[in-house]
């Protein structure tokens, strides 16, 4: 089963920058895609950014342009600097990635446990 930790969350002033990480551990198949979501107070997740094997990224509209969602293939991690970070970019954020098992011709996602990002001044 695969693991993921995330990291790199914290307090930021709005204008700010963080750079949050995503590692995924036990993969025994093929990462097809890593992705980031986010969980504000009160709303429910939503789709940030993901990057396909093929380096293949799409984001969400608000984010489009302040953040840039990465990849290290060999290491199964995901990175998403966020730059001109603002007060509505406060959530916990969530890695997720879709492994595929050619054993099973399933592809299972998984769910990391989430990092807070707050802005705030």
């Known amino acids: 089963q695969v693991h993921l930790v995330e990291s790199g969350g914290g307090l930021v002033q709005p204008g700010g920058s963080l750079t949050l990480s995503c590692a995924a551990s036990g993969v025994i198949g093929t990462i097809n895609a890593m992705a980031w979501f986010r969980q504000a107070p009160g709303r429910q997740r939503e789709f940030v950014a993901r990057i396909t094997r093929e380096k293949h990224d799409t984001y969400l509209d608000s984010v489009e342009g302040r953040f840039t969602v990465s990849s290290d293939i060999v290491k199964n991690m995901v990175f998403l600097q966020m730059n001109d970070l603002k007060p509505e970019d406060t959530a916990v954020y969530y890695c997720?990635?879709?492994?595929?098992?050619?054993?099973?011709?399933?592809?299972?996602?998984?769910w990391g446990r989430g990092t807070q990002v707050t802005v705030s001044s």
């Open positions: 997720n990635a879709d492994e595929f098992v050619p054993a099973d011709m399933l592809t299972v996602t998984y």
